[in-house]
């Protein structure tokens, strides 16, 4: 029998249908990726979009951002004090601006070998074999050489920086901690690690590499552990006396010895997730690093969270006009204003610290001199050291919590004007003539950082006290 075209319709509009409907959820479930599975381009092939979204963080550039953006730029030559306060520590060698995601690895392969002393423990936020490695070797994770601990990864992913897994649970693909240290950290907090909230989620996936850490050593200088100082502080108060108290607990916590001083320190090291959640205004209306960081888009007819994680100054403030509904380039501002000054203080309270740092250097090496002063400078010069570090190591210029940032450094510059008070006396009771102002000595460290231009020189210029600038 002959059967007239129209006859097909059906099956036709069907098929038409089929071919344009977005894609359904039980499709999306069905393909499974394998348990343990490390390899983002396995999940890209179940999840596409999201892949091609997180290969984004390939892309650098500097985009409406004043301070950030996604060039790896020196920050020594940017703020030279850091020359100083970092001498004798692997980050007064070399230290870069952050980019994207795909580099972690590669760009900590790249950086300076001085800056991976520690050992294999260098990998924990940088290699997403870290868990596996660590679960593996025990002790020797920590101590090993890091060129031997990285030496067991797989060769074809010896640059493969964050993953899928880092973040999800391959089965469900749920959001998961995948850092062994954060169970130990959110208890320390009060905050029980079986029971958190899919916010929370949102932004705890990022506190496992966003945060500073301690590597304890032994007696040889060995790394011995890996741990969040977090032990004295409470879900949603982290402060930097805190962190600074239990650095002080344990000799052990003293990662280094700063040169000019003398002193040994522990390190303050990118403490967004710290900074974030003490309190911000943004933090206590439940706002996650997610909803700045990985905003919904559209791609197509689907709806997801966009995984090219980057700064929003780089995204036309897509992320804060989901919320607010002021115009990007208003929202722009308010950012840049908020970091202007808190660049300016940390400028002030940098310089001031190098200041002090010379003082004590000079009163070091002069003989008879007051040891109880000279001690007196060296406790001030500490607590100045830890919080301007605080907020230049932090990632957000200030803008993550803009009240905390200047509370910290307005402190961090008292403590380095005490330390220098202190100092100058001690140098002047032991005859020393005193100059007005010290030199950085900048030359000592000539060889330093990548770029020779520095960037923002204008930011630079120390501030003087004579009322011309
Ligand atoms: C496994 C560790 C790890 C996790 C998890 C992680 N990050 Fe990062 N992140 C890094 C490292 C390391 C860098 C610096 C990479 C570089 O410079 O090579 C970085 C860089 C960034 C940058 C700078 C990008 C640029 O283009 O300059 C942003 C923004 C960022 N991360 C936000 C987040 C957010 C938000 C989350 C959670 C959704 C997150 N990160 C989760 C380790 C991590
Ligand atoms: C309210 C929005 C908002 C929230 C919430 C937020 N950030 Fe940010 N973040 C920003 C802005 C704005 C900047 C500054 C970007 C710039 O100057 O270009 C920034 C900068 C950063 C940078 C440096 C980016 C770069 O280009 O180098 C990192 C890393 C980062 N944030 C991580 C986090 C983490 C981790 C969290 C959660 C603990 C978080 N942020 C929460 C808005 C936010
Ligand atoms: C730094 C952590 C992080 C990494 C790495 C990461 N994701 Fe996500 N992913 C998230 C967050 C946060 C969400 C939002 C979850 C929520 O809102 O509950 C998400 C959501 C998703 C979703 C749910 C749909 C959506 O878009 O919201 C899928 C699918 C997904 N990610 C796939 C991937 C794939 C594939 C990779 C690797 C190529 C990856 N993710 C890497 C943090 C991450
Ligand atoms: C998930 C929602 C959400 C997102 C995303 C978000 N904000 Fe907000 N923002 C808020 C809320 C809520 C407040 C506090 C209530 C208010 O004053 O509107 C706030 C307050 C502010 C304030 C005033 C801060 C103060 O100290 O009073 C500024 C400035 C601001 N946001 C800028 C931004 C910028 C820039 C971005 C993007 C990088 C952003 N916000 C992203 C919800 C959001």
Redesign the pocket.
């Known amino acids: 029998m002959k059967k007239t075209w129209w006859a097909w319709l059906p099956v036709l509009i069907l098929l038409l249908l089929a071919g344009c409907a977005p894609p359904r959820a039980e499709k999306v479930k069905t393909a499974s990726i394998p348990p343990g599975e490390v390899d983002p381009a396995v999940w890209g092939k179940v999840y596409p979009l999201e892949y091609d979204s997180f290969m984004m963080t390939k892309e650098g550039g500097q985009g409406e951002?004043?301070?950030?953006?996604?060039e790896p730029r020196d920050k020594l030559s940017e703020y030279p004090f850091q020359l100083v306060l970092l001498d004798g520590w692997g980050m007064g060698v070399e230290f870069n601006?952050?980019r994207g995601h795909v580099y972690m690895l590669k760009d900590q392969l790249d950086v300076d070998p001085s800056r991976r002393k520690a050992g294999g423990v260098c990998l924990s936020c940088k290699s997403p074999y870290a868990p596996q490695l660590k679960e593996q070797m025990g002790l020797a994770y920590f101590q090993e050489p890091y060129d031997r601990v990285h030496a067991m990864i797989p060769e074809n992913h010896a640059e493969l920086g964050l993953s899928c897994i880092d973040c999800h649970d391959p089965a469900s693909m749920d959001l998961k901690l995948s850092r062994w240290f954060m169970e130990d950290a959110l208890k320390a907090l009060g905050k029980d690690p079986a029971n958190l909230t899919r916010q929370e989620m949102r932004?705890l996936v990022?506190?496992q590499c966003?945060n500073t850490y301690v590597i304890p050593k032994d007696e040889n200088m060995k790394s011995t552990d890996l741990f969040l100082p977090w032990q004295e502080s409470e879900w949603g108060k982290i402060t930097i006396e805190d962190i600074e108290s239990v650095i002080k607990s344990d000799p052990a916590n003293l990662e280094w010895k700063h040169n000019p001083t003398g002193i040994k320190l522990g390190h303050i090291r990118h403490p967004?997730?710290e900074l974030?959640?003490n309190g911000s205004v943004?933090w206590r209306a439940g706002?996650?690093?997610a909803?700045?960081?990985m905003p919904y888009e559209r791609v197509g007819s689907s709806k997801i969270s966009s995984h090219h994680v980057?700064?929003?100054?780089k995204d036309n403030m897509r992320a804060c006009t989901q919320c607010h509904n002021q115009d990007p380039q208003w929202l722009r501002e308010q950012?840049i204003l908020i970091?202007d000054r808190v660049n300016n203080l940390y400028t002030r309270a940098g310089n001031a610290a190098a200041q002090a740092a010379k003082a004590i250097e000079l009163a070091n090496k002069t003989s008879g001199v007051d040891r109880q002063l000279l001690g007196q400078a060296k406790r001030f010069y500490e607590k100045a050291y830890y919080r301007v570090t605080f907020i230049g190591a932090e990632?957000?210029?200030g803008?993550?919590n803009p009240e905390e940032a200047l509370r910290v450094l307005g402190d961090g510059l008292y403590y380095a004007d005490q330390a220098l008070m202190k100092a100058r006396e001690a140098l002047v009771k032991a005859g020393v003539e005193v100059p007005d102002k010290f030199d950085l000595e900048l030359s000592r460290y000539a060889k330093r950082g990548t770029k020779e231009v520095p960037y923002r020189p204008e930011q630079n210029l120390e501030f003087t006290f004579d009322g011309t600038k």
Do not use: I, R
Request: with cysteine; net charge negative.
């Open positions: 951002s004043k301070y950030k953006g996604s601006e952050p932004t990022c506190a966003h967004e997730f974030y959640s943004h706002v996650a690093c909803d700045c960081h980057q700064s929003p100054l950012v970091q990632n957000s210029m803008f993550h």
